[in-house]
């Protein structure tokens, strides 16, 4: 699929994550493009169940990198934002609310997801680069209790952003004759997804940094084929989440 040249589409497609960072600082007047980029984004029902932390302390903020799997990019960034999701402030102004759905739970995800990838776009068009954190929730109960979270709201990622040190290259993607379907669920083409397989590995071993032969699906049995924080669970039902 090809697209007619655009500002915004362009950015979008030459997206990579950045994990290396300059000691510049993101200017107040990006810091509050950035943030109200994600702030207009698309909320379920206009719940609006999403709060942003933004952690300014240093220790705090290495705090959080070393729960997160010793991530030093998370210091190094000028910036790390921890996107919540957060029915607490939705229930101060209705104490009757009934929580503790499932759905709700998803809801609080995807609002979430969909604000930090607003805040994403926008720090990219602005020309700064930046990471997701998921290794947040590797001890979310403890990142629950560093960053004060109450009742009916948890930590769903965290975004360091920065000025970029060094960018990685492209990343192929599963092509759109894989992902994208029509009408209905489509069973990928085994012959695709064995070309894409090498591709990556082609990519994987030739990339300038962290160059390894490897495939794509031998990362996906590297993840996939071990168990994955089975705590969540309880965490997020003690926290009045997925009760039923």
Not at 74 to 85: G, K, L, M, N
Request: aromatic share 8%.
């Amino acid at each position: 699929m090809s697209a007619t040249p655009n500002p915004m589409t362009d950015t979008l497609r030459a997206h990579t994550s950045v994990r290396a960072f300059t000691d510049e600082p993101v200017s107040q007047e990006d810091l509050e493009a950035i943030y109200e980029s994600a702030r207009a984004a698309s909320s379920t029902c206009f719940l609006q169940v999403t709060t942003v932390i933004r952690i300014t302390d240093k220790e705090l903020k290495a705090k959080l990198a070393e729960l997160a799997g010793n991530q030093k990019h998370i210091i190094a960034a000028p910036e790390f934002w921890v996107f919540c999701a957060d029915y607490h402030r939705d229930q101060v102004l209705v104490p009757k609310a009934d929580l503790g759905w499932t759905e709700q739970l998803i809801v609080g995800c995807v609002d979430a997801a969909i604000q930090a990838q607003n805040a994403f776009a926008a720090l990219e068009a602005l020309g700064l680069g930046g990471v997701y954190a998921g290794g947040i929730r590797n001890h979310i109960e403890e990142v629950d209790r560093l960053l004060k979270l109450p009742q009916n709201t948890f930590p769903v990622v965290g975004l360091a952003f920065g000025h970029p040190a060094h960018k990685n290259e492209l990343k192929p993607r599963l092509p759109a004759s894989i992902t994208l379907c029509e009408n209905a669920y489509q069973e990928p083409d085994p012959a695709e997804l064995k070309a894409y397989d090498e591709q990556m590995r082609n990519y994987y071993q030739h990339r300038s940094s962290n160059a390894k032969d490897t495939a794509w699906s031998d990362e996906l049995e590297r993840i996939l084929l071990r168990e994955r924080r089975p705590f969540v669970l309880d965490f997020l039902q003690k926290k009045g989440f997925a009760e039923k």
